[in-house]
């Protein structure tokens, strides 16, 4: 049991009260930190299976994968638990319209990460999509960030690069991709 009065000062009883919280409960001490976690290089990379693959029976990630937009990830590499490729959006709106952008990422399992960026005349953008291949389906969340777009500052105003404040730069949502046969 704590008794302030036990303790020589503020500071000290905070840090006891810190020590207690992250006894109860560990996370709760790294609460605003940023945390890597990787894998310990001592051990061997597990070979994919169609267990760990959400299914999937040839144990790869490489081929063509295609959302409900018509949107394409193709994976060209799947070694050593690092996934590359290219990118092509199916929509015009986006910042990556029109182009087709290489492709980086990770996987373990059937759990995946992937991003990419552009520059261009709307700015430069970054997507990264996350997540989980279940029942042959590669269900993802995405987010794009983008500095600046082309388009009007007002209504009425003729469209013009402009900066975009951080609650519009930022997009998410969610994309389900299948394999291409």
């Given at each position: 049991?704590?008794?302030?009065?036990h303790?020589?000062d503020?500071g000290?009883?905070?840090?006891?009260l810190r020590?207690?919280?992250e006894?109860?409960?560990p996370m709760?001490?790294?609460a605003?930190?940023?945390?890597?976690?990787?894998?310990n290089p001592?051990?061997?990379p597990?070979a994919?299976s169609?267990?760990n693959?959400g299914?999937?029976t040839?144990t790869t990630?490489?081929g063509?994968w295609r959302n409900?937009y018509?949107?394409?990830?193709?994976?060209?590499?799947?070694?050593?638990?690092?996934l590359?490729?290219?990118?092509?959006?199916?929509?015009?709106?986006?910042?990556?319209?029109?182009?087709?952008?290489?492709?980086?990422g990770?996987?373990?399992?059937?759990?995946?990460t992937?991003a990419f960026t552009?520059?261009?005349a709307?700015?430069?953008s970054?997507?990264?999509?996350t997540?989980?291949l279940?029942?042959?389906r590669?269900?993802t969340?995405?987010?794009?960030v983008q500095d600046s777009?082309?388009?009007p500052?007002?209504p009425?105003h003729?469209?013009e690069r402009?900066?975009?404040?951080?609650?519009h730069a930022?997009l998410t949502?969610?994309d389900t991709?299948?394999?291409e046969?």
């Amino acid at each position: 049991m704590l008794h302030p009065e036990h303790l020589r000062d503020a500071g000290q009883l905070e840090r006891r009260l810190r020590r207690h919280r992250e006894r109860d409960d560990p996370m709760r001490s790294h609460a605003g930190r940023i945390i890597l976690i990787r894998d310990n290089p001592a051990t061997p990379p597990v070979a994919p299976s169609p267990r760990n693959l959400g299914g999937m029976t040839d144990t790869t990630w490489i081929g063509r994968w295609r959302n409900q937009y018509g949107s394409v990830l193709t994976v060209t590499d799947d070694n050593d638990g690092t996934l590359t490729g290219t990118f092509r959006t199916a929509l015009d709106d986006s910042a990556f319209a029109g182009a087709e952008v290489p492709v980086t990422g990770v996987h373990r399992g059937a759990c995946v990460t992937f991003a990419f960026t552009r520059a261009g005349a709307d700015g430069d953008s970054i997507a990264s999509f996350t997540g989980l291949l279940r029942d042959g389906r590669l269900e993802t969340v995405w987010h794009v960030v983008q500095d600046s777009a082309v388009k009007p500052p007002r209504p009425g105003h003729p469209a013009e690069r402009i900066t975009l404040p951080w609650a519009h730069a930022v997009l998410t949502n969610a994309d389900t991709f299948t394999r291409e046969p």
